[in-house]
Every structure is written in structure tokens, then in C-alpha cells.
């Protein structure tokens, strides 16, 4: 699947649902994620292989649903206003046995390289999805300000909810989180 999506930073996440259920969208999810990240450990320079290839193999536990998604990044953009946005090729597939599924991952020598938990709201409306997420650390609250995700198919789409929910004054970033964490100082968490 291919998945086009921006983050708004700092957003007042009261105003955020009012004008999404204003707008219809549906409420799918509002719970604790938390995600562990996998890699293969180049031997030589200690270098991560998957993450200097801008890709991404992570295990995520959403209630007691658990997924493992592999994600791509790609480097070109086709429309100018893409530029804003991260462009990834996304495959996710649910995991019936964690532990066996871990066990397999140690066996081909992927390891654990690091984790973040984030409460997450998670609407959606007309093949878009936006998530509203609160990162946390441990149990401390509220380490990054709240931030709006907007997952769409159509990378056109973004301006119009940006408008409609009048945050074009607002931060835009294509990061993944741990270029959000650098950019509020917070230090991720490495295994």
C-alpha cells in the first residue's frame, strides 16, 4: 500500500475532535501503542542495514492486537505540494504468535534497536485517516506536544482537510518520530 501523510505539530487536541466529528469522521480507536523497531546490525561499521536504506521493519502492539509492518520511503514525489509530505510504501500484516514471530526475527539476527509508546486517537472519513497522537515515555506525560497525522490516498487531499480545519498556520513536518524526538530534545529510546 502506498501511504502519503504530514504531521501538524502542537495542536489543540479538543478543538482537532470537535472538527473532525463536525465533519462525520468515525472514531475507530483511542488506546496505548506501543512499538518496537527491528534491524540487522552490519558487523563492520555497527551501522543499521534497513534504516541507512530509509526502510523500516517494526512490531506494533494496538490493544492486544499485535502487527509487524515493513515500510519504504521513497525519494521522489511526482507533485510539487508532495514535497511536504512522506511518501512510504507500507506493508503490515497481523501476528497471531508474538513470541514464536520474535523468536524467528532473532534467528535471521534482526534486533531490537529501539521502542516509543504513544497514546493515539485515531478517526476516520472518506479514505482518509488522521491520528491524533500524545507521546509518552515511560510514564511520563506529555513529552512532545500533541501532534495531527493525516494518512490520505490522494496526496491532494491534505490541503483541503489543512484548510478545513483552519491549521494552515501550524507546523507541517514529513518526519518519522525520531526526527520529531531530535526536534524537541527528547532522547529516543535505544535497546
Known amino acids: 500500500m502506498l501511504e502519503k ?33 527491528y534491524d540487522f546490525q552490519d558487523s563492520d561499521t555497527s551501522d543499521l542495514k534497513m534504516e541507512s536504506k530509509k526502510r523500516l521493519f517494526r512490531v506494533r502492539q494496538k490493544w492486544d492486537i499485535h502487527m509487524y509492518t515493513i515500510k519504504r520511503k521513497r525519494n521522489k514525489k511526482s507533485e510539487w505540494w508532495e514535497k511536504w509530505m512522506r511518501i512510504c510504501d507500507e506493508w503490515e500484516r497481523e501476528i497471531t504468535d508474538v513470541k514464536s514471530f520474535k523468536r524467528v526475527l532473532k534467528k535471521y539476527w534482526m534486533t531490537e534497536t529501539r521502542e516509543k509508546k504513544k497514546y493515539r486517537i485515531c478517526y476516520e472519513l472518506e479514505w482518509c485517516q488522521f491520528d491524533i497522537d500524545d507521546y509518552y515515555l515511560w510514564d511520563k506525560k506529555n513529552i512532545i506536544p500533541p501532534l495531527l497525522e493525516i494518512e490520505v490516498t490522494n496526496s491532494k487531499m491534505i490541503n483541503y482537510w489543512i484548510n478545513l480545519f483552519d491549521l494552515k498556520n501550524h507546523k507541517k513536518k514529513k518526519w518519522w518520530s525520531r526526527k520529531l524526538f531530535k526536534y524537541y530534545w527528547v532522547e529516543y529510546s535505544w535497546l
Open 5 to 37: 501523510e504530514i504531521k501538524i505539530l502542537e495542536i489543540d487536541v479538543i478543538e482537532i475532535q470537535k472538527k473532525l466529528e463536525l465533519a462525520w469522521a468515525v472514531k475507530t480507536f483511542e488506546w496505548f501503542i506501543h512499538d518496537i523497531y
